[in-house]
């Protein structure tokens, strides 16, 4: 069942648990080989802050299935596990872009936009350190406090 695009009512962030210069084409094998028949993604953000389009919401979602998430959110991912190294700036610069343009086309503002750890019965800690700041992003942070932030904590 693809997701409905009137029923859109949050964005989900994600790291994608591969090393940062993963390549789009290496992202959506991985979606393959699980089965899910495409990359797991709409949108993917490379190490450069290429922004990808992915997998389509005309298609069965396959991103979050916790708390129905695939039916009702668009899946954003960065490459890199952010477990272990922090995202690019150009990758922070994109997604900044990416959220502001997807807030605008589906009616949506900061405060729908979530770290996937965050949506109620995932049991993950994707994306990692991106999570401080998809909160900082929701709380209604310019993008100026937004850099600085970026800068002062993430790149220590």
Known sequence: MPVNPKKIK?????????????????????????????????????????????????????????????????????????????PTQAQLKSLDEVLLAYNKQYGLTQKDNYAHCEIPGASTACPGVLKNWVVKYRQGRTREQLIRLINKIIWK
Request: proline share 4%; charged share 20%; with cysteine.
């Open 10 to 86: 949050r964005i989900v962030i994600h790291h994608t648990a591969t090393p940062l210069n993963a390549t789009f084409d290496f992202v959506k094998q991985i979606g393959i080989d699980r089965g899910f028949g495409d990359i797991s993604y709409n949108v993917l953000i490379t190490s450069d802050g290429r922004v990808h389009k992915g997998r389509p919401l005309s298609a069965t979602p396959a991103h979050c299935k916790a708390d129905g998430a695939n039916y009702d959110s668009i899946g954003i991912a960065l490459t890199g596990d952010f477990t272990i190294t922090n």
